[in-house]
């Protein structure tokens, strides 16, 4: 029986890189019902809203999505779909796997990392207050005198559920995939009680999983510089949302850049899967982005479904066809100018291709 998938196509890059994906999927042979939805500034046009209910109602009831990049806009405007789908479907962990494959130009050559972030409180819970507002004068009100009168505010929530939640789901990650070691990252040193929490959460999972997964810590200033000298020493890397999200980027860079970066957002009993970068909007409608990272979500897509043999088989034709680096976008050429570069659907008939000949 077919996959019952939600699509959302996204905005910027987002529909080339989808279409790719969707057919290099399919080109599988595992076979798929795609629920197509919009979301994003383009829909914002007419629907009023860049986040409208079908969406969430059809990946309420699918269960699982596939999603091309959505812009954001910066400082004003809508706040991130990107955010809300992982907040309003309570899709609590981010995983990010960062691999070197043989072709890809970069500094490293035997990375294997996966960065496990908590997707929904930290920074990005969205509790804000404007400069000059009466919330913001309540608070720093509070503060005797340790913040500004001429200060908006940000609030950082880390709870025990959330903190729990996240490193469970990654010690069960290194259990699932046969890893050694999970390390937990923050800034405990100077957020005592937030990250503190964090930290004590996280000795207290790590307890169950003794003598079957390795517990380690980083403070995540001295994690940043660990990655960029020896990133072969670590493993699985879990922390809260705004570490997560830098490390990522950080991460990508390690193996090759945003280009071959993929992504994984989970709940409970529900998935959205996503390339770690954004919607390139100035590329739009080229066919010439990179489609490695979303195909690569798919991959992981296709693993969270247990269709193992046919993640394999897509993971090596992708391997496969950077190694050769005939068919690859202009961003894995050693000349981004170079011409023999092809375009984001030409990359997919090349792993298409490769699938069916293997
Ligand atoms: P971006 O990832 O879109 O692009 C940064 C640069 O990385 C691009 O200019 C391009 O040179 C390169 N790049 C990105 N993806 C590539 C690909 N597939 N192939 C080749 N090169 C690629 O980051 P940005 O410019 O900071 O963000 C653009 C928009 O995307 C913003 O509105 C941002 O909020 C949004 N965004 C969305 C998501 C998401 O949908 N999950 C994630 C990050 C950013």
């Excluded at 779909?81 to 796997?97: H, M, Q, T």
């Excluded at 043989?102 to 804000?128: C, H, K, P, Q």
Aim: glycine share 8%.
């Amino acid at each position: 029986m077919a996959y019952q998938v939600t699509l959302i196509r996204g905005d910027g890059t987002g529909p080339e890189l989808v279409e790719a994906t969707r057919r290099v999927l399919e080109g599988t042979g595992v076979a798929f019902e795609w629920d197509v939805v919009e979301a994003g500034v383009d829909i914002m046009e007419t629907a009023g809203t860049p986040l409208p209910d079908n969406v969430l109602a059809s990946i309420r009831k699918n269960k699982i999505a596939l999603k091309g990049p959505i812009t954001t806009p910066i400082g004003t405007g809508f706040r991130s779909v990107n955010v809300a789908l992982r907040k309003e479907l309570d899709l609590y962990a981010c995983i990010r796997p960062c691999k070197s494959y043989v072709g890809v130009r970069s500094r490293y050559s035997d990375v294997d990392l996966v960065i496990v972030r908590e997707n929904t409180e930290d920074l990005y819970a969205g509790v804000e207050y404007p400069v000059d507002s009466a919330e913001a004068g309540q608070i720093i009100g509070m503060a005797n005198g340790k913040i500004r009168q001429d200060s908006a505010i940000s609030i950082k929530p880390i709870s025990r559920t959330g903190s729990r939640q996240i490193v469970k789901a990654a010690f069960d990650y290194a259990v699932e995939n046969g890893r050694k070691k999970v390390t937990a990252v923050a800034k405990a040193n100077i957020m005592k009680y937030t990250d503190g929490l964090f930290y004590e959460i996280a000795r207290e999972v790590a307890k169950d999983y003794e003598g079957q997964v390795e517990y380690d810590e980083w403070l995540v200033d001295a994690m940043c510089m660990q990655l960029v000298q020896k990133p072969e020493n670590y493993d699985v890397l879990v922390m809260e949302n705004l570490y997560g999200d830098i490390l990522s980027d950080l991460c990508a860079g390690l193996v090759g850049g945003l280009g071959v970066a993929p992504g994984a957002n989970i709940g409970v009993d529900m998935a959205l899967f996503e390339a770690t970068h954004g919607s390139a909007p100035k590329y739009k409608n080229q066919n010439k982005v990179n489609p490695t990272a979303l195909i690569l979500s798919g991959y992981l897509m296709l693993k969270y479904l247990k269709e193992n043999e046919a993640a394999a088989r897509l993971e090596k034709a992708v391997a496969d066809v950077i190694a050769e680096g005939k068919n690859v976008t202009y961003d894995m050429k050693a000349d981004r100018n170079d011409p023999t570069a092809v375009g984001t659907a030409e990359m997919a008939d090349a792993i298409i291709a490769k699938m069916q000949a293997g």
